[in-house]
């Protein structure tokens, strides 16, 4: 039995990194199709004009959610089905749409018009801490010192990274402090939401949030929603990106991930976004990426894989 449980529990870990990593993907093109964006569109308008886009997507996935379920009357909280949450679960769902529907789109979006997506995937690498220390706060995880000491040097090597290439020359820029708060953001939402997909589900969990956020997001988009006609196909596009992708179905993945193998050890596939990103940013924006990079890049990737090892 002890051995079926392991297995089990292994299985569950490894479609929780497959999971996982399907939604790093996704997100890793955020930062260089946010700056595509906030190019030509106002940056208000990015981040609460993707968030209403999506969450209209998601009022009509919970519709056809509720009329496929055809047997009987579904409990408040259950996984499947198209029931609504519960009040507790309601008040969590609040502080998963602040932190990643509101929150983090809005702080990128008005960093990245003063930053390069480049920099901004650097300081992004400290959102898998931040999401480890929120998954100990909010969830009740309790990873192991082999966990934090590799999260840790992880950490250290993307500090380390920014200082010796400027980022902390003469203090942090206003972009840096909008980064930060970013992941603050995004860190308390993906601990959050990664918790709630447990009960909810992943895909559920981020669509309720996203409707929750609504009375919000459809009329500050509306309110900022000036010189659209002079914005150019590529802002467009990758606008579309982010309400589809980013904000939508990124999720789906994301969420479903955290849920079976652990927001702290499933957080940490994070630490490969930056690598995306950065690799996204040369080949769609053209900025530039020195050797530095590559060798931060493959001291994170050690360090991914010794916390995916960790017990």
């Known amino acids: 039995m002890r051995v079926e449980d392991n297995v089990t529990a292994s299985s569950r870990v490894t479609a929780g990194v497959l999971f996982g990593s399907l939604g790093v993907l ?3 093109l955020s930062l260089p199709f946010t700056r595509m ?9 990015v981040a609460f004009g993707r968030a209403a886009g999506a969450g209209i997507l998601a009022a009509g996935y ?3 959610s509720s009329r496929r379920q055809s047997a009987g009357v579904p409990r408040p909280g259950q996984v499947d089905g198209g029931a609504w949450p519960t009040i507790a679960q309601l008040r ?4 998963v749409a602040a932190g990643v529907v509101i929150g983090f789109p809005l702080f990128t979006s008005i960093a990245l018009t003063q930053a390069t997506a480049a ?3 650097v300081v992004i690498a400290l959102l898998p801490a ?3 220390v929120f998954a100990v706060v909010r969830g009740g995880e309790r990873p192991s010192a082999r966990f934090w000491l590799a999260a840790g040097a992880g950490f250290a090597a993307v500090l380390g990274f920014v200082a010796v290439s400027g980022g902390m020359s003469g203090g942090f820029r206003a972009a840096d402090l909008w980064f930060l708060a970013a992941v603050v953001a995004c860190g308390l939402g993906y601990a959050e939401g990664g918790a709630l997909a447990r009960e ?13 956020a609504l009375p919000v997001t459809v009329p500050l988009a509306v309110v900022m929603a000036h010189a659209l006609a ?10 579309a990106y982010l309400t589809v992708i980013s904000q939508f179905l990124g999720f789906f993945a994301w969420y479903a991930g955290l849920a079976r193998g652990g927001v702290a050890r499933i957080g940490q596939v994070q630490a490969l976004q930056p690598v995306l990103t950065l690799t996204w940013s040369v080949l769609l924006l053209h900025e530039h990426v020195d050797i530095g990079t590559v060798a931060v890049a493959a001291v994170v990737l050690g360090c991914v894989v010794l916390t995916q090892r960790a017990r």
């Open 130 to 132: 931040t999401t480890a």
């Open 200 to 212: 909810l589900g992943g895909a559920r969990t981020i669509c309720w949030a996203l409707v929750l």
């Open 37 to 45: 964006s906030v190019e030509s569109l106002d940056p208000w308008f």
């Open 26 to 28: 996704g997100f890793s």
């Open 119 to 121: 920099h901004g995937a």
């Open 230 to 239: 002079t914005a150019g196909a590529t802002a467009w596009l990758g606008f």
């Open 62 to 64: 919970l519709a056809l």
């Open 92 to 95: 969590r769902l609040v502080v």
